[in-house]
Nanobody, 116 residues
Framework: QVQVVESGGGLVQAGGSLRLSCLAS????????MGWYRQAPGKQRALVAT???????NYADSVKGRCTISRDNAKNTVYLQMNSLKPEDTAVYYC??????????WGRGTQVTVSS
């Protein structure tokens, strides 16, 4: 099993930046890829970005050019750097870890609020 814990959310003005962190623990060597998803009020959870063990990344069109996902293997941590934030980025952001056997683990989420 794997546990993931998010941190770094908060309130920021439009145009500002935030960096989210996701710390993984447990069977971390079984992790194939990790990612960030978000869920705004009244909407379904949606992909923000993913990163594989090999470092390949994938981004939602809505955040391309504004967000960067990265990982620090020594710290078992994945980051999401978000720049030029917009009010529509307001959501609960969830970290996800997918193992080699496709088991999926979610964190409890961290709130990001962008004021206009």
């Amino acid at each position: 099993q794997v546990q993931v814990v998010e941190s770094g959310g908060g309130l920021v003005q439009a145009g500002g930046s935030l960096r989210l962190s996701c710390l993984a623990s447990g069977s971390i060597f079984s992790i194939n890829r990790m990612g960030w998803y978000r869920q705004a009020p009244g909407k379904q959870r949606a992909l923000v970005a993913t990163i594989t063990r090999g470092g390949s990344t994938n981004y939602a069109d809505s955040v391309k050019g504004r967000c960067t996902i990265s990982r620090d293997n020594a710290k078992n941590t994945v980051y999401l750097q978000m720049n030029s934030l917009k009010p529509e980025d307001t959501a609960v952001y969830y970290c996800n870890a997918v193992l080699n056997n496709e088991d999926s683990y979610w964190g409890r989420g961290t709130q990001v609020t962008v004021s206009s």
